[in-house]
């Protein structure tokens, strides 16, 4: 069972204090005054809590006194037996002769002060328990460089003599591995003499964690994250993910792992942070760990309108990988919230999907970020939905007859938009009425599907669907009549269109049924004008009178009425010629 983030720190702080007892006790006994202040002491504890079993312990059980503290007296030990470089005397030596002062060997474990070690190292021992890269390198790169390290191989053979736990060379060949990663050469740049409060470049400050993470320092150098800590930090980890683990921050995020920087020598940054993995990896990553990432962010933090909108576009556009214009295709539950670590800010504040989605893209519409009310569709929506669905499509509006008749436009079509309801109950599934609700008047019925049999009741919807297809045969009404009489609109240019058999069917063979009223206002014309015509006629002949009469009417005058006439013959005449020319009943005549 593994515990929580609370209850490991808890475990943490009590083990730190347990350890610090018995270390002090040990001391004492042997009649040793330790200072639990000093650095050397601190390193010593942090030492026993990082070790692989400590760190089990902390992660799966509660802490209590009578079970933790045999488990850390054990541990105790077998950090005394472990080997690791001495930096200011540049060899391998046992944690029983790095420091005398803090941890002295028990006197019945403690090497006889005469004890004479062999000369000369048992080199084909450590052959036969290293791999051939790992001799190798000790061989060849180490021992040439460090001669004087030959007295702690020498110490580890000795001990090896009477303990032959495999884990001793185990360890013994991490140690060399990690130092071939790093120093391929065998040239090692100590760094026991390292300042912490000076100015540290970046090679330096990785040259100081891979030297404690080999091993080469028991600890970082005093202050060494009181100056330029963050930086420092944000270094550290960096090359601890990339170049040592060479994984993802965020796979070390997921792991949930609350001993991972202790395991890997980066306590003092765990404690910088304030034991938060999540705070850690941000620093490091900000662009890749944002602060709801497994970890929980504060009340306050949310109310930032902000923060919001980036935790929404966060969610949406990087962990699931979705465009703002692909929301209306997706089916978006509130459970995506809850599964990324964001369901207090949603429930808080949105307890909506779409409010939310709004919030963090309001330049998309309603219906592109989740479903909408019935009531929501009006005139002027209805008509934006589906003049954006046809332009989504990337169609012209000249286009959409042939979309129909392709079947590329059909009731699909509204649903792959999220507008198969709007669809469905507001236009009853009628393509014609759809478009018509966004462009009024640019099409006729029949142009955008099939025309239901009861359309052709209507004698005025027979007129309109002949006199389109006779404009489309490029004649204007007025030129219809005469175009019949000289064939030159015939059945057969009806049977160019869709609705070409159905208005054949209903002319029963004269054209002229389907253009009844052009043929009756053609018939009131030529009554109106015959009427006209008469007229005019009698007009002329009442011009015609004798001179006589005229001279005896009019005298000396005359002249002048005569003239005045025959202006006004004349002008009857001209009217009459305008209206044969219009007039296409006497066109012909």
């Not at 004087?148 to 060379?169: C, H, I, K, P, V």
């Not at 779409?354 to 592109?368: C, F, I, Q, T, V």
């Not at 054949?504 to 006209?532: C, D």
Request: aromatic share 14%; with cysteine.
């Amino acid at each position: 069972m593994t515990l929580t983030a609370a209850q490991i720190s808890d475990n943490y702080e009590k083990t730190y204090q347990l350890t610090a007892d018995i270390l002090t006790q040990k001391f004492k006994a042997r009649g040793y005054d330790s200072d639990p202040a000093s650095q050397d002491f601190i390193d010593l504890c942090q030492s026993v809590i990082g070790h692989e079993t400590s760190v089990l312990l902390l992660q799966q059980k509660s802490f209590e006194r009578t079970l933790y503290q045999p488990i850390l007296e054990t541990v105790i030990d077998e950090v005394k037996r472990t080997f690791f470089p001495d930096t200011s005397k540049k060899r391998f030596l046992s944690i029983d002769a790095l420091d005398r002062d803090i941890l002295p060997a028990d006197t019945e474990e403690a090497a006889p002060e005469n004890e004479v070690l062999p000369d000369t190292l048992p080199i084909a021992f450590f052959e036969e328990i290293l791999t051939p890269e790992a001799f190798q390198y000790l061989s060849e790169k180490l021992l040439p460089k460090y001669e004087d390290w030959q007295t702690g191989l020498r110490l580890f053979a000795r001990a090896a003599e009477n303990d032959t736990d495999s884990n001793r060379y185990d360890l013994l060949e991490d140690k060399i591995s990690l130092l071939r990663d790093f120093y391929p050469d065998g040239d090692i740049a100590f760094t026991h003499d390292v300042d912490g409060l000076s100015k540290l470049d970046k090679d330096q400050v990785i040259q100081t964690f891979i030297n404690v993470y080999i091993g080469m320092e028991r600890s970082f150098p005093v202050n060494f994250l009181q100056k330029d800590g963050e930086n420092r930090c944000r270094l550290m980890i960096r090359f601890l993910i990339e170049e040592i683990l060479k994984t993802e921050p965020e796979t070390v995020l997921n792991a949930k792992d609350e001993t991972f920087f202790i395991r890997h020598r980066l306590q003092n940054v765990y404690r910088y942070f304030n034991y938060s993995t999540n705070r850690a990896l941000r620093n490091a990553y900000p662009e890749m760990i944002p602060p709801w990432l497994h970890s929980r962010c504060s009340a306050n933090y949310w109310e930032d309108a902000g923060n919001r909108i980036e935790a929404i576009r966060w969610l949406f556009e990087e962990r699931l990988e979705m465009t703002p214009d692909s929301f209306y295709r997706q089916s978006i539950s509130k459970s995506v919230f809850a599964k990324h670590g964001l369901s207090y800010m949603f429930n808080q504040y949105y307890n909506s999907v779409s409010k939310a989605l709004g919030e963090a893209y309001p330049h998309l519409r309603p219906w592109e970020i989740g479903k909408v009310p019935f009531d929501f569709w009006s005139t002027e929506t209805t008509a934006e939905a589906i003049r954006w669905m046809v332009a989504k499509k990337g169609w012209d509006v000249a286009e959409l007859p042939g979309k129909v008749r392709s079947k590329e436009l059909n009731r699909k079509t509204f649903s792959e938009f999220g507008l198969a309801t709007l669809f469905e109950k507001k236009f009853s599934k009628s393509i014609y009425r759809a478009i018509s609700a966004a462009w009024p008047g640019r099409f006729e019925p029949w142009e955008l599907g099939k025309v239901a049999s009861e359309y052709w009741e209507s004698n005025e919807n027979i007129y309109q669907a002949s006199v389109w297809i006779a404009e489309k045969e490029g004649l204007q009404k007025h030129e219809i009549p005469p175009a019949i009489r000289e064939k030159r609109l015939t059945a057969k240019s009806f049977s160019k269109y869709s609705i070409g058999a159905a208005l054949k069917k209903l002319a029963k063979g004269r054209l002229e049924h389907l253009f009844s009223p052009l043929f009756w206002q053609e018939h009131k014309t030529f009554l109106e004008e015959h009427k006209l015509m008469r007229k005019i006629a009698n007009l002329k002949k009442s011009e015609k009178k004798t001179n006589l009469f005229e001279f005896f009417l009019y005298g000396l005058f005359m002249p002048e009425v005569q003239r005045s006439s025959h202006d006004r013959v004349r002008r009857y005449r001209r009217m009459e010629r305008r209206i044969q020319q219009r007039s296409i009943i006497y066109k012909d005549q």
